[in-house]
């Protein structure tokens, strides 16, 4: 009996050596690296298995007996103790996340579960623990973090668009301020909500088109905000298109990056509204100037009504009785007369008139041969004509007429100045016109002294000037008026023989949007 109860002991044995070699080599080739430790509180390693060299670069022997709690980051030390939110607890297993010195020196991110073994009375034995590296995880989510923060911080509006029911999933704080929203309430918006029917059938759904063929997409569209966005003025500037990672790679989601433009509208507002007053100043200034040629030019048709009066009186004075026919044709003469002077008037309270900006299509022809008539009597003065090479399609352009008047007044003004230390044969202004390219171009040459590469490259600064009563404002707001159209002025010259001025403006187009006249005041009519 007792050798076959020696029997089954051995092979009970057996089986436990079996089974203890089993697990052994489980856990010596298990990338987790397992431990025991001390139940005191400086963790003491007891037993560790060989996976601790590819984690902490520690050999097995180098490990065994040495304190787990110094290895700890002084941060994460105390996690157990404290229980914090690294620190969760399930059927008496503790699963901790902390940072472990390194061999080398750095730390690296271990998550481990352990469990401490206790004998019949309770009293602690040992603790064994299992413990992964999590650095590349733990990295990826701080950085997500991170990420997540930096979007919630942005000063541009980021919002998370479905792409199946283009539903807003996320709104940071900024697209929250700026829909007028609570950003902890829930998003309720639809992408369509948020622009005009035309803009989101044409360039938003073209722009997502464009984005989930090409991954991404940049420009510009203007958003339509709901009521409690108050004055707000925001638009789309890029839209990425994110895809699942299935076979299909079909579009999950769209990230929609925008932008709440409302200080930069109303700068710009601020800007147009300043560059107005600066424009309508030139003006006065600018009649100013010409206060002389104006009045001279307004007596002429003064005068001649007068001596039709006059004339008409000293017949009726001799007892004469001039015949009706005779009479009504001096009637006509001083009719025409009176309108001459109206008509120069009129020109000029139009021209010096504080106005809006206002997009209408006029003739630039037109504009350039009543610009020069304005300023006939100063050219005869000084014995200067003016030749015409205009555009026999007479465009069409779509801008403000009284500004690009202004500019055409500035520089026919320049032209006629050129010549006043000048002794030419020919003085002459010549005005052209042409229709090339989508553009329409001005040209104002004279055949005065020119102007030498010094002066040339400050011509268009402001407070420059070569006149002793100049202020050197004309050439420098007629730049920002026909930069502010989308065009381009600048000038040419020798030095020797004559400047040319040119500039070119974008010609009607048939999408140009134009402005309604608003009633005037009654002394503007």
Same mark, same amino acid.
């Given at each position: 009996?007792?050798?076959?109860?020696?029997?089954?002991?051995?092979?009970?044995?057996?089986?436990?050596?079996?089974?203890?070699?089993?697990?052994?080599?489980?856990?010596?080739?298990?990338?987790?690296?397992?431990?025991?430790?001390?139940?005191?509180?400086?963790?003491?390693?007891?037993?560790?298995?060989?996976?601790?060299?590819?984690?902490?670069?520690?050999?097995?022997?180098?490990?065994?007996?040495?304190?787990?709690?110094?290895?700890?980051?002084? =941060?994460?030390?105390?996690?157990?103790?404290?229980?914090?939110?690294? +620190?969760?607890?399930?059927?008496?297993?503790?699963?901790?996340?902390?940072?472990?010195?390194?061999?080398?020196? #750095?730390?690296?991110?271990?998550?481990?579960?352990?469990?401490?073994?206790?004998?019949?009375?309770?009293?602690?034995?040992?603790?064994?623990? +299992?413990?992964?590296?999590?650095?590349?995880?733990?990295?990826?989510?701080?950085?997500?973090?991170?990420?997540?923060?930096?979007?919630?911080?942005?000063?541009?509006?980021?919002?998370?668009?479905?792409?199946?029911?283009?539903?807003?999933?996320?709104?940071?704080?900024?697209?929250?301020?700026?829909?007028?929203? #609570?950003?902890?309430?829930?998003?309720?918006?639809?992408?369509?909500?948020?622009?005009?029917?035309?803009?989101?059938?044409?360039?938003?759904?073209?722009?997502?088109?464009?984005?989930?063929?090409?991954?991404?997409?940049?420009?510009?569209?203007?958003?339509?905000?709901?009521?409690?966005?108050?004055?707000?003025?925001?638009? *789309?500037?890029?839209?990425?298109? #994110?895809?699942?990672?299935?076979?299909?790679?079909?579009?999950?989601?769209?990230?929609?990056?925008?932008?709440?433009?409302?200080?930069?509208?109303?700068?710009?507002?601020?800007?147009?509204?300043?560059?107005?007053?600066?424009?309508?100043?030139?003006?006065?200034?600018?009649?100013?100037?010409?206060?002389?040629?104006?009045?001279?030019?307004?007596?002429?048709?003064?005068?001649?009504?007068?001596?039709?009066?006059?004339?008409?009186?000293?017949?009726?004075?001799?007892?004469?009785?001039?015949?009706?026919?005779?009479?009504?044709?001096?009637?006509?003469?001083?009719?025409?007369?009176?309108?001459?002077?109206?008509?120069?008037?009129?020109?000029?309270?139009?021209?010096?008139?504080?106005?809006?900006?206002?997009?209408?299509?006029?003739?630039?022809? =037109?504009?350039?041969?009543?610009?020069?008539?304005?300023?006939?009597?100063?050219?005869?003065?000084?014995?200067?004509?003016?030749?015409?090479?205009?555009?026999?399609?007479?465009?069409?352009?779509?801008?403000?007429? *009284?500004? *690009?008047?202004?500019?055409?007044?500035?520089?026919?003004?320049?032209?006629?100045?050129?010549?006043?230390?000048?002794?030419?044969?020919?003085?002459?202004?010549?005005?052209?016109?042409? #229709?090339?390219?989508?553009?329409?171009?001005?040209?104002?040459? =004279?055949?005065?002294?020119?102007?030498?590469?010094?002066?040339?490259?400050?011509?268009?600064?402001?407070?420059?000037?070569?006149?002793?009563?100049?202020?050197?404002?004309?050439?420098?707001?007629?730049?920002?008026?026909?930069?502010?159209?989308?065009?381009?002025?600048?000038?040419?010259?020798?030095?020797?023989?004559?400047?040319?001025?040119?500039?070119?403006?974008?010609?009607?187009?048939?999408?140009?949007?134009?402005?309604?006249?608003?009633?005037?005041?009654?002394?503007?009519?």
């Amino acid at each position: 009996m007792s050798t076959a109860k020696e029997q089954a002991l051995e092979q009970a044995l057996a089986q436990c050596r079996r089974e203890a070699d089993r697990y052994r080599l489980l856990a010596e080739q298990s990338t987790d690296m397992i431990s025991r430790h001390t139940p005191t509180p400086e963790w003491t390693y007891v037993d560790v298995s060989p996976a601790v060299e590819k984690l902490l670069g520690y050999r097995v022997e180098e490990m065994i007996g040495t304190p787990g709690y110094d290895l700890f980051h002084p =941060d994460d030390a105390d996690n157990l103790v404290k229980r914090t939110e690294s +620190v969760s607890y399930r059927g008496g297993l503790y699963t901790n996340l902390f940072r472990y010195r390194h061999k080398e020196g #750095h730390y690296v991110w271990l998550e481990t579960t352990s469990r401490t073994i206790r004998d019949d009375s309770g009293e602690p034995l040992e603790i064994i623990c +299992v413990s992964r590296d999590v650095t590349a995880r733990e990295q990826a989510l701080r950085a997500t973090r991170r990420l997540a923060r930096v979007v919630e911080a942005c000063s541009d509006m980021v919002m998370f668009c479905s792409a199946d029911s283009q539903q807003l999933t996320y709104l940071n704080e900024a697209a929250s301020t700026t829909l007028g929203t #609570h950003q902890n309430g829930p998003v309720s918006f639809h992408l369509q909500q948020l622009f005009s029917d035309g803009i989101y059938r044409s360039l938003l759904q073209a722009a997502l088109d464009h984005a989930a063929q090409h991954g991404t997409w940049y420009g510009s569209i203007p958003m339509q905000l709901p009521p409690a966005a108050g004055a707000r003025i925001a638009e *789309i500037r890029e839209i990425i298109a #994110h895809r699942n990672h299935a076979g299909n790679r079909r579009v999950e989601y769209y990230s929609i990056i925008g932008r709440d433009i409302t200080l930069k509208r109303q700068a710009e507002e601020a800007a147009r509204r300043q560059q107005l007053e600066m424009a309508h100043m030139s003006r006065l200034l600018s009649v100013g100037e010409m206060a002389t040629g104006l009045a001279h030019e307004v007596n002429q048709p003064l005068a001649a009504i007068l001596n039709y009066c006059r004339g008409t009186l000293r017949r009726f004075e001799e007892d004469r009785n001039p015949g009706l026919e005779q009479v009504l044709r001096t009637m006509e003469l001083i009719t025409g007369q009176a309108r001459r002077a109206a008509e120069i008037v009129k020109r000029m309270r139009s021209f010096v008139r504080r106005t809006e900006y206002q997009r209408i299509v006029f003739s630039i022809n =037109d504009s350039c041969r009543e610009v020069a008539g304005f300023l006939h009597q100063e050219a005869s003065d000084n014995d200067i004509g003016f030749d015409f090479d205009l555009d026999p399609s007479d465009p069409p352009l779509c801008a403000d007429r *009284i500004q *690009i008047e202004q500019v055409l007044l500035n520089l026919l003004r320049n032209a006629i100045e050129a010549y006043a230390d000048c002794e030419c044969p020919r003085r002459a202004v010549n005005i052209g016109s042409r #229709h090339r390219d989508g553009y329409i171009e001005v040209t104002v040459r =004279d055949y005065g002294g020119g102007v030498d590469a010094q002066r040339l490259s400050r011509l268009f600064d402001a407070f420059y000037t070569s006149k002793p009563s100049g202020l050197g404002m004309g050439l420098a707001i007629s730049r920002t008026i026909v930069e502010s159209h989308g065009g381009q002025l600048w000038a040419d010259s020798d030095g020797r023989s004559g400047t040319l001025f040119q500039f070119r403006l974008p010609a009607r187009r048939p999408g140009d949007r134009l402005d309604t006249p608003r009633l005037q005041d009654q002394d503007d009519r």
